[in-house]
């Protein structure tokens, strides 16, 4: 039976995350301190991640922004604008670096250009999960939003995110993502978002750029008043190159195996990408590395278990069974 489980998740693997070459926007690649932010202030106008270029609109006069920026915060516990780039879990998906969204009607529009590879196909999606701002705003209200469901709890109060895609400047499709809802019968089954789930984005079909913007049910004589903030990690896309070639030509060492806090990969072509995947073939990290004979891995937030270990260079990739302890 274990050796059925093993060969079905290979062929699982196979099957599904190695036909199409994935590139992910994990943002550790931008080399964030420790509880630290950037917020566009050196008017670049934005910053590149995986095959993506994430839009950023700092205005100098105000020493305001919107659109994208990328933190390391971890505060999950300070209402207010002053806690606007926390996410409300205190850290990443399984890292801690992760871009945070403002979408401001003051500011430009809130939007991804995908680049490389990646420009005019389909993209797979995200992980989201709401800012603490966000959050402790619709939790408690504050003094311009309402506490969601109100006094009684019985208010139809949502909060919705919706991406468009487009392709050349022609809409292709919008995916819709609730951050809160609270329009159920039943109000146990009311929430408001507090871990990273998962945003599909494959039905918007191929497309070279992503808007992003927000609506609620609490508007006010200025518009919405719930914060517009989201947090992202994973931003995934599809390379579109076809299926990637395993090849044993490269000679690899990946070093200890088993491994608790990290791994070491030492590779005699240039790494390009590091994926893990789980024994259901779900990719659950990616990393783009800049063309390194050796990288050092962290594995500290990836729960113990067996996963499949893939590194992909110039020449192809080679996978390999992880076991973390």
């Given at each position: ?108 529009p809130t939007f991804i250009g995908l680049r490389n590879l990646a420009k005019g196909k ?156 789980d024994q259901t073939g779900r990719l659950i990290r990616a990393l783009v590395i800049e ?35």
């Amino acid at each position: 039976m274990k050796i059925f489980t093993y060969l079905l998740a290979i062929v699982v693997l196979l099957n599904s995350a190695n036909i199409f070459g994935q590139t992910t926007s994990s943002f550790d690649d931008l080399s964030l301190p420790a509880d630290s932010f950037w917020n566009g202030a050196d008017g670049s106008g934005g910053f590149n991640s995986g095959n993506a270029f994430f839009v950023n609109d700092y205005n100098a006069s105000w020493q305001s922004w919107s659109g994208f920026s990328y933190s390391t915060k971890t505060d999950s516990i300070t209402a207010g604008y002053t806690n606007e780039f926390s996410s409300i879990t205190g850290s990443g998906y399984l890292s801690s670096a992760y871009a945070v969204a403002f979408v401001s009607s003051y500011g430009g529009p809130t939007f991804i250009g995908l680049r490389n590879l990646a420009k005019g196909k389909s993209v797979n999606g995200f992980r989201i999960c709401n800012s603490t701002y966000s959050y402790l705003s619709m939790r408690d209200g504050d003094a311009v939003a309402k506490k969601f469901g109100g006094v009684t709890g019985n208010d139809p109060d949502w909060f919705r995110l919706t991406v468009d895609g487009y392709q050349e400047g022609v809409f292709t499709d919008s995916v819709d993502f609730y951050l809160a809802d609270f329009r159920f019968s039943d109000n146990s089954q009311d929430y408001i978002l507090k871990t990273w789930e998962w945003v599909d984005l494959t039905n918007l079909g191929p497309v070279d750029s992503l808007v992003f913007r927000f609506s609620s049910s609490d508007i006010g004589s200025w518009g919405m008043n719930t914060p517009s903030y989201f947090c992202m990690d994973d931003f995934t896309t599809s390379d579109g190159v076809g299926i990637q070639q395993a090849t044993m030509d490269i000679k690899m060492a990946i070093y200890p195996n088993p491994a608790t806090d990290f791994i070491q990969i030492e590779s005699s072509d240039p790494i390009n990408q590091i994926q893990i995947f789980d024994q259901t073939g779900r990719l659950i990290r990616a990393l783009v590395i800049e063309n390194e004979l050796f990288t050092k891995v962290n594995l500290k937030e990836i729960p113990s278990g067996i996963y499949f270990l893939k590194v992909v260079t110039n020449k192809g990739y080679q996978m390999q069974k992880l076991v973390i302890e």
